[in-house]
């Protein structure tokens, strides 16, 4: 039996024993020089699946979300970026460290950034004024309790961007969450941005690494900046295989994520001190305010862990995502042991 529910992200997930056979069965090679044919495999899969020229295995979201504005900028410039964006908030300052450019936060409804307000904010360069190269979208939205952003609205911004030259990098660490919710292909998403970063590790399982995809000589670029970073690695095709297993097989179970989301949202939003909307809960994101009359969320989450449950604190409350260690029982656990603890 498991020892703990836990809610903390769906990065915890761990590899299916399809990915452990795939890993223990992998053809691999040096992929610093090339002979990786299972990584191969990979980036071209990723590549086709997300609609553009080239892809690469990256390390981490991280790694692919800053080789990404490496690539795309030069310094001095600035990029456009959400509020409460991952890259932004989450990702140790690499814009600054790494790019040596500056961010231009800008607010948004839920994620989305307003369209006019993008195009307000990108600069004509001179010798007071950055360029503006770059605009980052974030879909689905992790800080905004994975909130998807609207198609249209990244339509939108990307006729804006092409008007003034601009490119636009997606942070689509669960994009696929995005199109699963919506039943909105993927590739129309990723059509509206120049690149598109996207996570193996996350909902799709996979133990290690995500995905940079592009332009096929933006992607070589890119493929030196890693090796720059360090992340060029060798007989990786063992980590590979699993991300193979996770594109071909466990992208439509994103939607089981969702649905048990929704059903721990409605089973709790109406509890004493629970502020959340469970119509704002569209994929396997929850976040939640937590206003009661004798707990804070901090005692609110220890006592979870008391009951074996486990979530993260967040800037605007507490977090739960639902994945794939999680089953419809655990779902109605936790409702309970919430009911328990909210009105005693
Ligand atoms: C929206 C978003 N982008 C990027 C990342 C970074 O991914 P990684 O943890 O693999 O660096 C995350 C991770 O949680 C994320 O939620």
């Given at each position: 039996m498991k020892k703990y529910i836990d809610f903390?992200?769906?990065?915890?997930t761990k590899p299916t024993p399809e990915m452990r056979k795939a890993m223990a069965e992998a053809v691999v090679g040096d992929d610093v020089l090339g002979d990786d044919p299972t990584v191969k495999k990979l980036e071209d899969l990723a590549a086709e699946m997300i609609g553009k020229e080239a892809a690469l295995f990256v390390p981490s979201g991280t790694m692919g979300n800053s080789i990404s504005i490496k690539a795309w900028t030069r310094e001095l410039d600035e990029v456009i970026i959400e509020a409460r964006s991952h890259i932004y908030n989450?990702?140790?300052t690499h814009m600054t460290f790494i790019s040596r450019v500056s961010p231009r936060v800008l607010p948004s409804q839920r994620g989305a950034m307003d369209p006019d307000e993008v195009e307000r904010n990108i600069k004509i360069p001179s010798v007071h004024q950055p360029r503006t190269s770059l605009i980052c979208i974030e879909n689905t939205h992790n800080n905004w309790g994975g909130a998807v952003i609207p198609l249209e609205n990244m339509k939108s911004i990307k006729k804006v961007a092409d008007k003034h030259g601009v490119r636009i990098h997606l942070d689509g660490a669960r994009i696929f969450n995005a199109s699963v919710a919506s039943g909105i292909p993927v590739k129309e998403y990723t059509q509206t941005a120049d690149s598109v970063m996207f996570c193996?590790?996350?909902?799709?399982?996979?133990?290690i690494g995500s995905m940079l995809a592009g332009p096929k000589d933006f992607i070589d670029y890119c493929r030196r900046i890693r090796k720059a970073l360090g992340?060029?690695?060798?007989?990786v095709g063992v980590i590979a295989a699993p991300g193979i297993v996770a594109l071909q097989s466990m992208v439509d179970r994103l939607k089981e994520d969702h649905q048990r989301a929704k059903k721990l949202a409605l089973g709790i939003y109406?509890?004493?001190?629970i502020q959340l909307n469970?119509?704002?809960?569209?994929?396997?994101i929850i976040i939640f305010g937590l206003e009661h009359s004798h707990l804070s969320a901090s005692n609110f989450l220890e006592k979870l862990k008391r009951k074996n449950i486990l979530a993260l604190p967040v800037p605007q409350g507490i977090r739960f995502v639902t994945n794939r260690g999680i089953d419809d029982h655990d779902v109605e656990q936790t409702i309970t042991v919430f009911a328990n603890i909210l009105n005693s």
């Open positions: 903390r992200s769906d990065t915890v989450m990702e140790s193996l590790s996350k909902g799709l399982s996979a133990p992340g060029g690695m060798r007989q109406q509890l004493p001190g469970p119509d704002e809960v569209e994929t396997d």
